[in-house]
């Protein structure tokens, strides 16, 4: 009950194309949804997060759709680009459980010029 | 502006030595703290988080210990090192109060054991 689960688990797009990685979890007392950008030998930095009450959060190219029902959260990366080349964690927490972070497996993204 | 700082960036170690791993953090006061180890590029797995000096939580079993002797400062350490000891090790912060509070990553310790 305290997995995330993502997919795909790698995902090759084309420069100008959209970039979109799953993310499912069952227990229901998450609170707080952020997706990490992990480059090559760094730390995860956060990119965008969004808390169940709003359905779509959107900063600049990046925008997490959120569905409560069906307990899925789905990043998007509209006009992908070679430099958004990097692994992609979608993690998930409760405040009720000392806001540790669960992470899923992350996805290897790569942008073709 | 709040930093955090680990160190070594890269550490080679034999089977059996001791580690020690330490990470700052700057600009912010009694914030909770978290290792982590990420196998082969992937998966986050959460091995210690502490809320206070002195104040540590184990998630998973294992021959690593963390210490927590200054507010700002974690240490994560061995006795002895044993091959399935390798990996990236990431230091991470963050503030305590309120709903989603994230967390702060340091660039980590890229550890081998030979």
């Known amino acids: 009950q305290q997995q995330v689960k993502q997919s795909p688990q790698s995902l090759i797009v084309q420069k100008g194309g959209i970039s979109i990685i799953n993310c499912a979890y069952e227990?229901?007392?998450?609170?707080?949804f952020p997706w990490y950008q992990q480059f090559p030998g760094k730390g995860p930095a956060l990119l965008i997060a969004?808390?169940?009450?709003?359905s779509e959060k959107k900063e600049g190219r990046f925008t997490i759709s959120f569905n409560k029902s069906a307990k899925q959260f789905s990043l998007h990366i509209m006009d992908s680009q070679p430099g958004d080349s990097a692994t992609y964690f979608c993690?998930?927490?409760?405040?009720?459980?000392?806001?540790?972070?669960?992470f899923g497996q992350g996805t290897e993204l790569s942008v073709k010029p | 502006s709040q930093t955090i700082h680990q160190w070594p960036a890269t550490l080679v170690q034999p089977v059996g030595s001791p580690l020690s791993l330490e990470c700052t953090v700057e600009?912010?006061?009694?914030?909770?703290l978290y290792w982590y180890r990420q196998a082969a590029g992937r998966g986050l797995q959460l091995l210690f988080y502490?809320?206070?000096?002195?104040?540590i939580s184990s998630e998973v079993p294992q021959n690593l210990s963390a210490s927590r002797p200054q507010d700002r400062q974690f240490i994560l350490s061995s006795k002895k090192l044993l091959l399935s000891d390798s990996g990236f090790y990431l230091c991470?912060?963050?503030?305590?109060?309120?709903?989603?509070?994230?967390?702060?990553f340091g660039d980590g310790t890229r550890l081998s054991i030979l």
């Open positions: 991470a912060w963050s503030v305590k109060t309120g709903i989603g509070q994230p967390q702060h």
């Open positions: 227990n229901t007392a998450f609170d707080y």
């Open positions: 969004i808390r169940p009450d709003v």
């Open positions: 993690a998930a927490s409760s405040n009720n459980q000392g806001g540790k972070l669960i």
């Open positions: 600009g912010t006061s009694n914030p909770n």
């Open positions: 502490s809320v206070g000096i002195g104040q």
